[in-house]
């Protein structure tokens, strides 16, 4: 799907042709410092739990038993707090296919 037809004829004029040697075949980022609120507050809704009532993440049927989403896998976020972003690469290179994550930490 496109909007540029010009984009989307380039596109497909290399449909077929083998990447270029180095090329990456994968790439992604996550920019832990930048989401951990909004990662939280996903957490929380998957609880249906909301932080400003439950500011604990704990159930309120179970004292001292974590929510799954919010409490367990939100401090996981706030353990990794000084994980600023996450960039990782993959790049086939025919017999093997190289994967590269890199780090970068914060203060």
């Keep these: 799907m496109s909007n540029d037809s010009r984009l989307l004829a380039s596109v497909l004029d290399r449909a077929g042709i083998?990447?270029?040697?180095?090329?990456f075949t994968?790439?992604?980022?996550?920019?832990h410092l930048r989401e951990r609120a909004n990662y939280e507050r996903v957490m929380?809704?998957?609880?249906?739990?909301?932080?400003?009532d439950n500011p604990?993440?704990?159930?309120?049927?179970?004292?001292?038993?974590?929510?799954?989403f919010s409490g367990n896998l939100?401090?996981?976020?706030?353990?990794?707090?000084?994980?600023?972003e996450v960039g990782i690469t993959e790049e086939d290179r025919g017999s093997a296919?190289?994967?590269t994550v890199k780090y970068q930490i914060g203060k």
Excluded: M, N
């Design 18 to 23: 083998p990447p270029a040697a180095g090329a």
């Design 26 to 31: 994968y790439a992604a980022g996550f920019r």
């Design 44 to 52: 929380a809704a998957l609880d249906f739990a909301s932080p400003a």
């Design 56 to 68: 604990g993440f704990f159930r309120t049927e179970s004292p001292g038993v974590p929510t799954f």
């Design 74 to 84: 939100g401090s996981l976020s706030r353990v990794l707090a000084s994980v600023v």
């Design 97 to 99: 296919t190289v994967q």
